[in-house]
């Protein structure tokens, strides 16, 4: 967790700077003809873009100050949405220029996404959480069908889908198993859920995060001791914390 808070303010600190360099970029090089125009046009010009920098740093400083603390973040749902649509794609570029593995910055975005998630989120009743589960927490030899419902696991414990289906059980809560994004997607057009739990590798967390702004979601990313999507497992133990965090 340390680790991915490092490199998440590190990278974070980068994008700003590169993005305070593209701002003034745009100022300086019209305020050459701008001045032809008015004297006073420039000045104008310079007072719009210290404005822009100083609502980006003061962001970041929040932001940074939320990475690094922990504790709970003034504006978490609109700073969630900056990161998100405006300093994830920077990021993400920042970090292949770094030679940062993708996995680690998607890891620790969804870290991000939490916290702010959890620092702000109001409670919802139990029937408007929709849990989201990947299918390759399933038993690759498994012969049952649960996509479509988990109530049909065999209790075997061959894999976490029984203490999962205990879960949904025991707080009577919506647990939708998703053969992909696409479907992912489509189970939260037709639930439209208030809050999500999604369990899913960085990769396709942190698209699924991006894609499914405003909506409130804690994401967890799952273990894979045998490689990805297949017999994979998770925390039960921080799904269950996730729900609680939601739920009256």
């Avoid at 870290?111 to 989201?132: F, P, Y």
Wanted: net charge positive; proline share 4%.
């Amino acid at each position: 967790m340390q680790g991915s808070k490092k490199i998440l303010a590190t990278l974070t600190i980068s994008a700003i700077l590169f993005v305070s360099i593209i701002i003034f970029l745009l100022w300086l090089i019209p305020t050459i003809g701008l001045a032809n125009i008015h004297p006073f046009l420039p000045k104008i010009g310079l007072v719009i873009v210290v404005a822009l920098l100083t609502a980006l740093f003061i962001g970041a400083a929040i932001l940074i100050y939320g990475i690094i603390s922990g504790r709970d973040m003034a504006f978490a749902q609109r700073l969630r949405g900056w990161v998100m649509k405006m300093l994830y794609p920077i990021i993400v570029v920042i970090g292949k220029v770094f030679r940062v593995p993708k996995e680690k910055i998607d890891g620790a975005f969804a870290d991000l996404n939490n916290q702010l998630v959890m620092s702000k989120q109001r409670k919802i009743s139990i029937e408007r959480l929709l849990v989201l589960l990947p299918h390759c927490l399933q038993y690759d030899d498994c012969k049952v069908k649960i996509t479509g419902d988990i109530h049909n696991c065999l209790q075997c414990g061959k894999c976490e889908i029984k203490n999962l289906d205990a879960l949904s059980r025991q707080y009577n809560l919506q647990i939708s198993v998703a053969t992909g994004g696409g479907l992912a997607k489509r189970l939260i057009k037709e639930k439209r859920p208030e809050a999500v739990v999604a369990v899913a590798c960085e990769k396709e967390l942190a698209l699924g995060l991006k894609e499914t702004y405003p909506l409130p979601v804690i994401a967890i990313p799952n273990e894979r001791p045998y490689g990805y999507c297949i017999n994979t497992s998770v925390d039960i133990s921080a799904v269950e914390k996730a729900i609680l965090n939601f739920i009256k």
